[in-house]
T-cell receptor
Framework: GAGVSQTPSNKVTEKGKYVELRCDPI?????LYWYRQSLGQGPEFLIY????????DSGLPNDRFFAVRPEGSVSTLKIQRTERGDSAVYLC????????????FGEGSRLTVL | GNSVTQMEGPVTLSEEAFLTINCTYT??????LFWYVQYPGEGLQLLLK?????DKGSNKGFEATYRKETTSFHLEKGSVQVSDSAVYFCALSDQDSTGGYQKVTFGTGTKLQVIP
């Protein structure tokens, strides 16, 4: 597809379970970002990849959150031992390079932890 | 650290009314400024941008001017349409300490509802 693709679009899980969220960026985009958006709030930065490496993971809230991008394209955000406070929409964005601030967003994955 | 403050919504206007959504920022360097828009059921998308002081960004009838002296980037449109109903996010990006990538910081968003 032409845009950023995120799966699943909706995920409901129970407290304590493990969750993976997937992002497929626009082809050729080397920079990839994960954000989290709670109801009524703006996107909150989690982590940034340039190629395969995480250049900035300062936004990850704790060590239950981890993200990978092994081949420099698709990325997976992993959340262990989910808590109710993790419920939010997780947004992925990509850009040609990390220097312009112009991001192309997917529609997000809505995570609900019961 | 960097931050963006924008006016709270929701903002409700009649069609053809004038729109202003206020945005102010705090940044340590010389950021680029952006407005992103999120239409119902869609992902965020870039509306307009300005990269230096006194630049004016414009798109789809919307305008915003980068005001360094007042650290502001207010969004305006002369005549809104029902199709402009959406959530608008002010954002800034600034280089990190190594001069490398630009982390993008968003405001909390302002919901605009335009009624016929």
């Amino acid at each position: 597809g032409a845009g950023v693709s995120q799966t699943p679009s909706n995920k409901v899980t129970e407290k304590g379970k493990y969750v993976e969220l997937r992002c497929d960026p626009i082809s050729g985009h080397t920079a990839l970002y994960w954000y989290r958006q709670s109801l009524g709030q703006g996107p909150e930065f989690l982590i940034y990849f340039q190629g395969t490496g995480a250049a900035d993971d300062s936004g990850l809230p704790n060590d239950r959150f981890f993200a990978v991008r092994p081949e420099g394209s698709v990325s997976t955000l992993k959340i262990q031992r989910t808590e109710r406070g993790d419920s939010a929409v997780y947004l992925c964005a990509s850009s040609l390079a990390g220097y312009t601030g112009e991001l192309f967003f997917g529609e997000g994955s809505r995570l609900t932890v019961l | 650290g960097n931050s963006v403050t924008q006016m709270e919504g929701p903002v409700t206007l009649s069609e053809e009314a004038f729109l202003t959504i206020n945005c102010t920022y705090t940044a340590t360097g010389y950021p680029s400024l952006f407005w992103y828009v999120q239409y119902p059921g869609e992902g965020l998308q870039l509306l307009l941008k300005a990269t230096k002081a006194d630049d004016k960004g414009s798109n789809k009838g919307f305008e915003a001017t980068y005001r360094k002296e007042t650290t502001s980037f207010h969004l305006e449109k002369g005549s809104v349409q029902v199709s402009d109903s959406a959530v608008y996010f002010c954002a800034l990006s600034d280089q990190d300490s190594t001069g490398g990538y630009q982390k993008v910081t968003f405001g909390t968003g302002t919901k605009l509802q335009v009624i016929p």
